[in-house]
């Protein structure tokens, strides 16, 4: 079915915001609540149990920094995407968001690794509190680099032809979002001992 | 409803016919619209429907209590297993699929594009996907009476660790359907949600100011932000109790680490401000109605929504108010009962708000009136029960009563479906073209109202001798006996009985008058907001002319204007503003 045309509540601005940025601000700000009640569950739950510090001491503190340093290069190319679609650069903001993109799927692979390299010590899901939260937070967010890099991916085609480049500043906000919550997840589940 | 004629929607229904041929087919007229107003009407068919599922399921546990053990006509004999997914279902059903749905689902869409005047959401597909999840999250929840054990039993609040384990609960598949419906129903108001506030902050008329927003789109509004704030604990609960469930995680078992109060946290700081989601709405319906039929202009708007963000912030620090007997801090308890009775500052003001409105106004008492003012009279009570369970002292006494019951049922029933009647019976013209016929709608009003009294006002007495909820039959346990009470659980259930058996005059008044009402014009009650600038029912894309904003929606009775109300795209011309 083809796509129907845009209805005219999307071409208008009163706030002077683009519709599509003031949406994905929104989006952000529901996914904080949803992170946000997993993180203080975990962080209420971690103060009351001193003894979750045995069982967080198996996690790689290397691969965790290593995987936070990624992150954080994708995020500036993230930047330089937006900046390339700025000044109508459709290729560059194209190959930029391909870079991100990759980061992000290093991030995964690097994830993939650790966590082989876990379950294959016996720590599943199921091994008690701590490794709950442990697969299931970080789970989570993987799920988030996932669809941010295909996303990424996808707007990358568009943008090489130079169409909807303002796309590019709304995932670029997702992706610093994203990048943001693994900036508290990497303290709290694999620093905090 | 609509038929597209024109425009892109037309080439997009038309699709794989010949070019030029405009029909579009059923599947893409009733399922695969984009249009804000069909989506509107999807959802407000599925929410009556299920609204009469979770009436159904009321009279079958109404009729187990008032003669237990007996074969209940249309349904057969309620075991206690069975009884327990009875009211789980109901309550679920009722709040989630029910009063979210037509309340903030259906009302939202139809008034929102026509009352700010554009065309549609800003984001119609968004919209259109948020349907059809919400529709995959019925089907599940209706299946899962169907699978083996039957349909969830581990009530609606859905406590774990009784919810968390099939040993317990018995219902284990039932349980894990269940999550996934909620969690399903959640993604599908939050994609409809944003939707919602963008459209409104982004897509107004030109000359629409913040001040000059109908106060049932603010309701919708601020109810969607209120929905999206406290939702997203929730969902995370819902993946992890689901997790509990199949895949052995601990987060909820006390043995293994976790913490069967976390969940409790978690659903009630979305669970509370969920009272005000279903409840703004409502009150927003009822300010319109109440305006246009006291001939007035509202009282204190800027009130009303000081007072509306108020009731929303606080609504957030209240949750621990279900908890006071879950073991929670004496200290702790001490503050929610504060922050609980404080809450009741905004409302009670936005009551008084509505009574200065109606005070000397020329009053008509038309069907929709009748809903609002019932509206606030029943919330009243509802509010005043409040009172006692706030009141952590008083809740230990009450807590899990018929009381508590009683109370819930004061504030949801007046919201869910007061509110979704007023507003129904208010836009029935705009949305189909017809109007209601009265007498039959003042029928429908009496019985429901006089009956829905009789149900819980027997309630809120049993629950005070000390009948306690979910239990299947007080005849198997002799500290729960209490025979004299007997009359009063029979009553409540003659109550459910003869609720429902008004609703035909509603449903007869409803269908009846899509083909036979009389024909509604543009403007049948004489309104000033833009949803009646258009004709009933409006075509696609709304307004043939996009509107220009000059006013407020409640300029009813100005004085030195010829006609009582002062529609809020009409220009000043010289002469009105000599005589102004």
Not at chain 2, 24 to 40: E, G, P
Not at chain 2, 167 to 173: G, K
Not at chain 2, 299 to 316: C, E, K, N, Q, V
Request: proline share 5%; charged share 10%.
């Amino acid at each position: 079915m083809s796509a129907p045309a845009r209805s005219i509540a999307n071409l208008r601005s009163v706030t002077g915001i683009p519709t599509a940025r003031l949406v994905t601000w929104w989006v952000i700000a529901s996914e904080m609540f949803i992170f946000g009640g997993l993180l203080a569950s975990y962080v209420m739950h971690r103060l009351a149990h001193p003894e979750w510090a045995i069982a967080a001491s198996n996690t790689n503190t290397k691969a965790g920094a290593f995987n936070t340093f990624v992150l954080l290069t994708s995020s500036l190319f993230a930047v330089l995407a937006h900046k390339a679609a700025d000044a109508e650069d459709g290729k560059g903001a194209a190959k930029y968001l391909r870079l991100t993109a990759l980061g992000g799927f290093l991030f995964l692979i690097v994830k993939g690794f650790e966590w082989t390299h876990e379950i294959r010590e016996g720590f599943v899901l199921a091994s008690g509190g701590f490794w709950s939260f442990y697969y299931t937070v970080a789970g989570l967010h993987a799920l988030h680099v996932l669809a941010g890099a295909i996303i990424m991916l996808i707007f990358a085609v568009d943008a090489a032809k130079n169409v909807n480049l303002p796309r590019v500043q709304c995932i670029g906000l997702y992706w610093h979002f994203v990048d943001i919550i693994w900036i508290f997840l990497f303290p709290l589940l694999y620093i905090a001992k | 409803m609509t038929t597209p004629a024109t425009g892109a929607h037309a080439q997009a229904g038309s699709h794989g016919h010949e070019p030029g041929h405009h029909e579009v087919s059923f599947f893409h007229k009733y399922l695969w619209s984009t249009d804000h107003k069909m989506i509107a009407m999807q959802y407000l068919f599925t929410g009556t429907a299920l609204a009469l599922i979770g009436g159904y399921l009321a009279y079958v546990f109404r009729m187990q209590l008032a003669f237990p053990g007996h074969d209940v006509p249309g349904y057969g004999l309620v075991t206690p297993n069975r009884y327990n997914s009875l009211v789980t279902m109901h309550g679920s059903i009722m709040i989630f699929w029910v009063a979210m749905p037509v309340l903030v689902a259906a009302f939202g869409n139809f008034l929102i594009p026509l009352m700010i005047g554009c065309d549609d959401m800003v984001f119609p597909r968004i919209n259109r996907l948020s349907y059809q999840v919400f529709l995959v999250s019925a089907i599940i929840l209706l299946a899962s009476f169907f699978v083996h054990g039957g349909a969830f039993g581990g009530a609606w609040t859905s406590y774990p660790p009784l919810s968390a384990k099939g040993v317990y609960n018995l219902t284990p598949i039932g349980a894990s359907l269940w999550l996934v419906a909620v969690a399903l129903e959640f993604v599908a108001f939050l994609l409809g949600g944003i939707n919602f506030i963008v459209t409104t902050m982004n897509g107004r008329a030109p000359g629409m100011r913040m001040w000059d927003i109908p106060v049932v789109v603010w309701m919708i509004v601020i109810a969607s932000v209120l929905f999206m704030a406290s939702v997203g604990p929730l969902i995370a609960g819902a993946v992890m109790l689901f997790f509990d469930q199949r895949l052995g995680t601990a987060f909820f078992d006390p043995g293994r680490g976790g913490d069967p109060l976390l969940w409790q946290h978690l659903f009630w700081f979305f669970g509370h401000p969920e009272v005000y989601v279903v409840l703004l709405p409502a009150l927003g319906m009822v300010a319109e109605i109440m305006a246009v039929f006291a001939r007035k202009k509202l009282f204190g708007y800027r009130t009303i929504l000081y007072t509306t963000w108020a009731t929303g912030i606080l609504s957030f620090v209240v949750w621990a108010h279900h908890q006071f007997i879950a073991g929670i801090d004496p200290r702790m308890a001490n503050v929610f009962t504060i922050t609980t009775l404080l809450i009741s500052v905004p409302i009670t003001e936005m009551i008084f708000v509505y009574i200065a409105t109606l005070y000397g106004g020329s009053i008509q008492f038309t069907t929709p009136m009748l809903w609002a003012l019932s509206f606030v009279a029943e919330f009243l009570i509802g509010g005043v029960t409040g009172i006692f369970l706030g009141a952590s002292g008083a809740d230990i006494y009450f807590h899990d009563t018929y009381f508590v019951v009683a109370h819930f049922h004061y504030t949801f029933f007046p919201s869910a479906i007061i509110g979704m009647f007023a507003g129904l019976t208010f836009w029935y013209p705009k949305m189909f073209g017809r109007m209601l016929n009265e007498t039959l709608g003042k029928i429908h009003f009496w019985g429901t109202i006089i009956a829905f009294n009789v149900i819980f006002i027997p309630l809120f007495i049993t629950g005070a001798a000390g009948d306690q909820r979910r239990i299947y039959n007080y005849a198997l346990f002799s500290e729960q006996e209490r025979p004299g009470l007997q009359h009063l659980r029979e009553l409540s259930t003659i109550g459910v009985i003869v609720l429902l058996a008004f609703q035909v005059f509603f449903l007869f008044n409803f269908f009846w008058s899509l083909r036979h009402g009389e024909r509604a014009s543009e403007n049948p009650w004489l309104s000033n907001t833009l949803e009646w600038t258009v004709p009933s029912p409006p075509p696609h894309g709304n307004f043939a002319e996009l509107p220009t904003v000059y006013r407020g929606p409640y300029e009813y009775a100005t004085p030195g204007r010829k006609e009582d109300y002062w529609p809020q795209n009409a220009p000043i011309t010289p002469i009105e503003e000599g005589a102004l």
